[in-house]
């Protein structure tokens, strides 16, 4: 039996200790600059052969046939696809293979040239500019006036029949109706007024939900009366301090909270009415009172910086 001589398998070991080495360094190279092109993630699977995962929420709920099912989309396909993204504009062309699904490519092209940037996934590129603004400067922002709480408050209560969108787009009607929501005039309105609202077609708010802000007004009176402010008596279950919640997936935002049930019930007892759990951690969210952004949303860190400042009453 051949037995390499100590030199010869020195030489032998060396040369396999470099190639390794190389191998290891262009694995590095290419799993570094992958990573550029969001959302795409190299995992290796239970056979050992790469795959592609982590295609973004809104990509994987359009085109799951298109991705997960294709078989004739090959590994190497879409390696080239993502070298070409990463490439110089004036060779991307001769990167992207016409195999690759169309829809994909062009996700993919989209999420690595947006400058848009990162928010809560119910946020989609559908959604209308009204809601997109609210979301981006009023919900979640920790809010101590008593005028904007009745308003957040009032239009949660809304929500039994409409969606953000369609609220907030006639918030400015509201506010007309309603005294710009302060509530020592709203607590005076007559049933001339509450009338004239609710034939408002352009309002388009049931009798009976304008019968309930202006009872919700008379209730915040009397809170007033007891607490200082209708911001102090709110807060004052917070102990003056926003909840900071660190959601990643918008399935884990609840709908109500143990908070809740507890505004909830007293609110109640109070007289307040349209106030159930649901309703009052909407509100919550909105009033800043909760911070549900997902984590990864940009706004979530500027909401928690204004939930760290120190409690002031306006």
Sequence with gaps: MYKASP????????????????????????????KRIYPITLQRSSSSSFSLSSISLSL????????????????????????????????????????????????????????????????????????VMFHDQQWGVPVYDDNLLFEFLAMSGMLMDYNWTEI????????????????????????????????????????????????????????VKEFGSFSSFIWGFMDYKPIINKFKYSRNVPLRSPKAEIISKDMIKRGFRFVGPVIVHSFMQAAGLTIDHLVDCF????CVSLAERPWRHI
């Design 60 to 131: 994987s709920q359009n085109s799951t046939d298109s991705v997960s099912t294709d078989s004739n989309s090959t590994l190497e396909q879409k390696i080239s696809l993502a070298l070409g993204l990463i490439s110089s504009p004036h060779r991307r062309e001769t990167f992207v293979p016409k195999s690759i699904p169309q829809q994909l490519e062009q996700q993919l092209c989209q999420d690595f040239n947006s400058d848009e940037p990162k928010r809560c996934n119910w946020i989609t590129k559908k959604s209308d500019e009204v809601y």
């Design 7 to 34: 030199q010869r398998r020195e030489i032998v070991e060396k040369s396999k200790s470099e190639r390794e080495k190389e191998t290891k360094q262009n694995s590095n190279f290419f799993a570094k600059h992958l």
């Design 168 to 223: 907030l787009k006639r918030k400015e009607l509201f506010r007309e109706a309603f005294c710009e929501f302060d509530p020592n005039l709203v607590a005076k309105m007559g049933e001339k007024e509450i009338t004239e609202i609710a034939s408002n077609k352009a309002i388009m708010l049931q009798e009976s939900r304008v019968r309930c802000i202006v009872d919700n007004a008379k209730c915040i009176t009397k809170v």
């Design 299 to 302: 706004r979530h860190g500027d």
